[in-house]
Nanobody, 115 residues
Framework: QVQLVESGGGLVQPGGSLRLSCAAS????????MAWYRQAPGEQRERVAF???????NYIDSVKGRFTISRDNAKNTLYLQMNSLRPEDTAVYYC?????????WGQGTQVTVSS
């Protein structure tokens, strides 16, 4: 049974930081491309960043220089370090595991940036 469990969300003031984690089980973690998506109310889900099995990373323009995606294959865990948070980063953040045979999603964690 595949499980992706996100944690680390919460309420933070503008300019603050959060670190999201995604603990994976039931998959061979190190062969999957892992990604973080987010969905704000009334908006479509968008991919924020991804990291390949080889460690290559990619970010959407709005988070470049502020967010860092990383993975620890020994711990089967994906991370998203979010700095200089803005109100427009408010969304539910989802962990995604992708491989040619299929994709899996976590349940999401709420991030709210507000003063």
């Amino acid at each position: 049974q595949v499980q992706l469990v996100e944690s680390g969300g919460g309420l933070v003031q503008p300019g603050g930081s959060l670190r999201l984690s995604c603990a994976a089980s039931g998959i061979i973690f190190n062969i999957f491309t892992m990604a973080w998506y987010r969905q704000a109310p009334g908006e479509q889900r968008e991919r924020v960043a991804f990291i390949t099995s080889g460690g290559s990373t990619n970010y959407i323009d709005s988070v470049k220089g502020r967010f860092t995606i990383s993975r620890d294959n020994a711990k089967n865990t994906l991370y998203l370090q979010m700095n200089s948070l803005r109100p427009e980063d408010t969304a539910v953040y989802y962990c995604n595991a992708y491989q040619s045979m299929g994709a899996y999603w976590g349940q999401g964690t709420q991030v709210t940036v507000s003063s």
